[in-house]
T-cell receptor, first 109, second 113 residues
Framework: GIQVEQSPPDLILQEGANSTLRCNFS?????LQWFHQNPWGQLINLFY???GTKQNGRLSATTVATERYSLLYISSSQTTDSGVYFC???????????FGKGTHLIIQP | DAGVIQSPRHEVTEMGQEVTLRCKPI?????LFWYRQTMMRGLELLIY????????DSGMPEDRFSAKMPNASFSTLKIQPSEPRDSAVYFC???????????FGEGSWLTVV
């Protein structure tokens, strides 16, 4: 499977700020997904985005497959955005995901 | 629609005991995944099934771990005997088709003392 690196590892912001989270992967991908793990441990799928750009409310994601990276944008952060954000690329067999170590985001009121 | 359902949500057991974790995937999904999350190793894929057939179990840490999927709506992950280093959150996930959006259950928090 591919190697997935996420940056930054930690990020502390004030409510209302914008943020960009990055995911680099070691090889080409046909399956790239972003997840949010909330403080209660639930893993919520945010985007399935092997290429291009998608938007969902204050969140958007862009994957540039040829350059092997993906970005997650969070605008006008709210305290409920706190948690750990993971990206996952293909690995662990043809259909499983290999995850990065995550970005731990804290949004302060 | 109900999401992926896991049980138990929390379990504390003594070293040497057998642990069975259960999962019901989203109805109609043909892929089922078992992941383990620890602070040291992050999220690791243990095994996954397609149409109830195990496809890749290379992530299963050792022979103490086994997984089954007797039908399309039920899977188990068993640890026998359990050890303190097995303490982790075990997630089940499912998807419709390979390489598609994966949906996670809420996890089973296992503590082996």
């Amino acid at each position: 499977g591919i190697q997935v690196e996420q940056s930054p590892p930690d990020l502390i912001l004030q409510e209302g700020a914008n943020s960009t989270l990055r995911c680099n992967f070691s090889d080409s991908v046909n399956n790239l997904q972003w997840f949010h793990q909330n403080p209660w441990g639930q893993l919520i799928n945010l985007f399935y985005i092997p290429s291009g750009t998608k938007q969902n409310g204050r969140l958007s994601a862009t994957t540039v497959a040829t350059e092997r990276y993906s970005l997650l944008y969070i605008s006008s952060s709210q305290t409920t955005d706190s948690g750990v954000y993971f990206c996952g690329g293909p690995g662990g067999g043809a259909d499983g995901l290999t995850f990065g170590k995550g970005t731990h985001l804290i949004i302060q009121p | 629609d109900a999401g992926v359902i896991q049980s138990p949500r929390h379990e504390v057991t003594e070293m040497g005991q057998e642990v069975t974790l259960r999962c019901k995937p989203i109805s109609g999904h043909d892929y089922l995944f078992w992941y383990r999350q620890t602070m040291m190793r992050g999220l690791e894929l243990l095994i996954y099934f397609n149409n109830n057939v195990p496809i890749d179990d290379s992530g299963m840490p050792e022979d103490r771990f086994s997984a089954k999927m007797p039908n399309a709506s039920f899977s188990t992950l068993k640890i026998q005997p359990s050890e303190p280093r097995d303490s982790a959150v075990y997630f089940c996930a499912s998807s419709l088709g390979g390489g598609n959006t994966i949906y996670f259950g809420e996890g089973s928090w296992l503590t082996v003392v």
